[in-house]
T-cell receptor, first 114, second 114 residues
Framework: GENVEQHPSTLSVQEGDSAVIKCTYS??????FPWYKQELGKGPQLIID?????GEKKDQRIAVTLNKTAKHFSLHITETQPEDSAVYFC?????????????FGQGTELSVKP | DAGVIQSPRHEVTEMGQEVTLRCKPI?????LFWYRQTMMRGLELLIY????????DSGMPEDRFSAKMPNASFSTLKIQPSEPRDSAVYFC????????????FGPGTRLTVL
């Protein structure tokens, strides 16, 4: 069935280091992969996304890579800062009926230590 | 612009009571999604609507759960009767159209069923 696996579940880094979160998906027809950041007490907020026609996308300190053959995609955060501490979710869109729905990974709790 | 609005933000009720959660999507958005978030199961899609019509309700856990969207600016998720295992954070999200990728999440309703 539709499934998105996300690793690791927790990640602790020192301020200034890089953080990498990895996801795999099962539906080969998926063509859109967003990443959401959720801070305590708030709803998930989109931080970056990638479509299946590109292999990499960057936005300042954040980058996402996609390997469609292997059905893997990853989030890279460079020069981490304490305000990057949050839970990060990857997702993959699957198409059904008249639209698509997102299948989310289980989340990664990132802690950036000053 | 106002984002997705949810009410109430917190709800505490006793087992067996009816609970109604409310959502106002972003103006102009035609797709609306209801999610449930728990530690055990992560972020699960319950149901989504396109142009006020329910498209996929396969995530609705039981007949005790029902959702309506009487117009483009309002949706409700009702649980009747509520049970302690329904305790979770419920999110509403909206997107511009069925095939549009970006979903914008509301702040969530934290439901506690005693």
């Amino acid at each position: 069935g539709e499934n998105v696996e996300q690793h690791p579940s927790t990640l602790s880094v020192q301020e200034g280091d890089s953080a990498v979160i990895k996801c795999t998906y099962s539906d080969s027809a998926s063509n859109y992969f967003p990443w959401y950041k959720q801070e305590l007490g708030k709803g998930p907020q989109l931080i970056i996304d990638i479509r299946s026609n590109v292999g990499e996308k960057k936005d300042q300190r954040i980058a996402v890579t996609l390997n469609k053959t292997a059905k893997h995609f990853s989030l890279h955060i460079t020069e981490t800062q304490p305000e990057d501490s949050a839970v990060y979710f990857c997702a993959a869109r699957v198409w059904r009926n008249q639209g698509g729905k997102l299948i989310f990974g289980q989340g990664t709790e990132l802690s950036v230590k000053p | 612009d106002a984002g997705v609005i949810q009410s109430p933000r917190h709800e505490v009720t006793e087992m067996g009571q009816e609970v109604t959660l409310r959502c106002k999507p972003i103006s102009g958005h035609n797709s609306l999604f209801w999610y449930r978030q728990t530690m055990m199961r992560g972020l699960e899609l319950l149901i989504y609507f396109n142009n006020n019509v329910p498209i996929d309700d396969s995530g609705m856990p039981e007949d005790r759960f029902s959702a309506k969207m009487p117009n483009a600016s309002f949706s409700t998720l009702k649980i009747q009767p509520s049970e302690p295992r329904d305790s979770a954070v419920y999110f509403c999200a909206s997107s511009l159209a069925a095939g549009t990728d970006t979903q914008y999440f509301g702040p969530g309703t934290r439901l506690t069923v005693l």
